[in-house]
């Protein structure tokens, strides 16, 4: 019997339910970058057999990618419509990872914008008042699809860690080694949400209470949270992200904007972002800060 868990209405649940575990970023990541055959990905992400095309059966089932079997001997995969519109999540991810990270795969890589010819840095904007987003200056409001999602908290799918030096050419390896897990990656969206405390985390989600408090020393020790006592005896603590894990809101918004779109019910947008800024409801956009134009996957290359 599976067990279910209900949780708050999330497009960013529901899109980490999809697509946000390890192997599923991975995969995805790489195909993003042109790897499409199972070999290639087999070395790309350190996978074992079972593993990637249990993964690549999954992302076929949820429409994210697509198998061409034009070459029987080699079949290779693709994006599709839907996982083609992550590539905002993907430039963002990359983002987070260069600022507090330096690999030398990715510190060799530039991003060239086809459109103006330049190497150039995304930014994220508002798509009202086209001035950058600060997680500070973003409100979360109930929407019209608010109320509770019936989430699946085990899964047939096998599930396995992957160790630190196994990621190989990943471009956003720290990222995916921190928010591949989705009980993280959820705690991480709840503190976007105003959530600071213990057992407030675990009203909202409501998992073993061992995993909560191993998913939050974790978020600590990687310095996505900091520890800020609220309570002297008996001593307690509150979690508050810090400038680091600030910094992931550009990956948590493009995910839930990502979500609203392809993982949504009929009732339409669990939750609203607004943009104080300028009083509207916010929706993002991700640009070259060279040219000011929106990234497309086809207009940007990579030059090593
Ligand atoms: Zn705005
Ligand atoms: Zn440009």
Redesign the pocket.
Known sequence: MKNVLSTKASSINRALDEIGDKWCLLIIQEVLWGINTFTEMLSATGASRGVLSDRLNWLQSVDCLRKNRANPNRPTYHMTKKSIELYHNGLMAMNWERKYFSTPELDAVALI?N????A?WPIMQCDYCNQDVYCQDVSFIPGPGAGKDQRVTKTRRRSSSIQRGDLGKTLYRNLINLLGDRWTANLVALAFHGLKRFDDFHKELPVATNILADRLKLLVNEGIFCQLPYHQSPLRYEYHLTDKGQDLFPYFSTLLEWGDKWCQTSKGEPMLMHHRSCEQSLKTQV???????T?VATEVHFKL
């Open positions: 914008h459109r103006c010819g330049k150039f640009r070259c800060d060279q040219c000011g134009e990234l």
